[in-house]
Every structure is written in structure tokens, then in C-alpha cells.
């Protein structure tokens, strides 16, 4: 079960900026680092951002992301056709034996 | 180029076992923790265990403990998952996940290369 709350969808006409939260707690987004994760229709995810705020090469500058205490955002500039999509944030939860935890998803339209 | 490739998946019925496997190409496989994540059909990613490059530290999500067992082999660069008792729950795409970061301890959730996913179906 996801332990990492995210809004269910976010929209936005082109060119606009979208913010999608990620809710955690202390063990997981208080004491690790965040990803985050895009998933176009009918393909694998792909990873956007990594270490709370650093991006791949090839990922567009248009995304950025944050981390505060317990929370993560991620940011989209300039929003684009391409740009639908469900975008997941991830991180490391230490309770217990430690494990995996994502978010809950959100699916980003363009309208 | 790094690539990670599934196979295995199938339709099984409740109760019964089956083993994914994992090759990865393009990288040195034995410096990289190693994920499953899996995806219900219409529903969100869920981790369900990660290993490290040495295969000393593996964890399991609770959904999965105790009935699963990861492990890889370095030698011929395959991670493997063992599901037994399988449930209809656990109907899901299976995607193997390298982490970005590198290290033999580390285990992670920042994956930057996916397999295409093999779908295992738990089914009567």
C-alpha cells in the first residue's frame, strides 16, 4: 500500500506550470531522498527526478522538483501535449526492515 | 547501452509458484541495487523488493514477506524473484528496476532504467 500521498490528478492548459505534491512522514521522505516518475500510456516509468531535485541527462529543465521536511513537489514548466501522463514520486521508508514506498500517482491533463 | 529485460510471467492459479527473471546488459550488474516493482492492471506502481549490488541486503515490501524471495547472480547478470503461494492480488505487470546510484551496500529507489514489464496473472 502506497504511503506516499499525491493528488489524484492535476491539469493545466499548454505553456502552464503544474505543481503535484507528495506527502510522506519521518521515516521515509523526513529522512531519505525523493524521486520521481513519469509513465506515459502503455509504457514503463521513467525516472525524472532523482535525489530530491537532480535531474537525469535528457530530462528538459522544464521539471523540477523540491523536498521540505516531510514533503516533495514536483514542478512543470511550459506544460506540453507530451507532457500527459501519470507522474509517481518514490522514496526509502526505514521502519520497521526498510523499504520501497511510492506515491499514490497523478495523472497529469492538458487541456 | 543499459538494458533490463523480464521474462517468466504467465498465468498461474491460486496457490501456486513461479519465477521471474531479470537480465541486465550495458552495465557492470554487480555495482547496482537491483528493484521489482509491480503495477495491478489500472492501478499505481507498488515496490515489492530491492536487493543490493552484493546481494547482502534485500528487503521486502509487507504484502510479499514471506512468500517471495529475491536474489541475483552476479556471474550471469540476472536478478531473480521466487513467488510462492501466489494470490489473486498479486495479478500485476512485474518490472525489473536498476537504482541509479551505485555501491555493493546501497538499495534505493531512484531507477533510471525499467524492463518492459512481464505480466503474471493469479487466476482459477
Not at chain 1, 90 to 109: E, M, N
Request: aromatic letters at 10%; hydrophobic letters at 30%.
Amino acid at each position: 500500500q502506497s504511503v506516499l500521498t499525491q493528488p489524484p490528478s492535476a491539469s493545466g492548459p499548454p505553456g502552464q506550470r503544474v505543481i503535484i505534491s507528495c506527502s510522506g512522514s519521518g521515516s521515509n521522505i523526513g529522512k531519505n531522498t525523493v524521486s520521481w516518475f513519469q509513465q506515459l500510456p502503455g509504457a514503463s516509468p521513467k525516472l525524472l527526478i532523482y535525489k530530491n531535485n537532480e535531474r537525469p541527462s535528457g530530462v528538459p529543465d522544464r521539471f523540477s522538483a523540491s523536498k521540505s521536511g516531510t514533503s516533495a513537489s514536483l514542478a512543470i514548466s511550459g506544460l506540453q501535449s507530451d507532457d500527459e501522463a501519470d507522474y509517481y514520486c518514490a522514496s526509502w521508508d526505514d521502519s520497521l526492515d526498510g523499504q520501497g514506498v511510492f506515491g499514490t500517482g497523478t495523472k497529469v491533463t492538458v487541456l | 547501452e543499459v538494458q533490463v529485460l523480464e521474462s517468466g510471467g504467465g498465468l498461474v492459479q491460486p496457490g501456486e509458484s513461479l519465477r521471474l527473471s531479470c537480465v541486465g546488459s550495458g552495465f557492470t550488474f554487480g555495482s547496482y541495487a537491483m528493484s521489482w516493482v509491480r503495477q495491478a492492471p489500472g492501478k499505481g506502481l507498488e515496490w515489492v523488493s530491492g536487493l543490493s549490488g552484493s546481494g547482502d541486503f534485500t528487503h521486502y515490501a509487507d504484502s510479499v514477506k514471506g512468500r517471495f524471495t529475491t536474489y541475483r547472480d552476479n556471474s550471469r547478470s540476472t536478478l531473480y524473484l521466487q513467488m510462492n503461494t501466489l494470490r489473486g492480488d498479486d495479478t500485476a505487470v512485474y518490472f525489473c528496476a536498476k537504482t541509479k546510484s551505485g555501491g555493493s551496500f546501497y538499495v534505493g529507489t531512484d531507477f533510471d532504467n525499467w524492463g518492459q514489464g512481464t505480466l503474471v496473472t493469479v487466476s482459477s
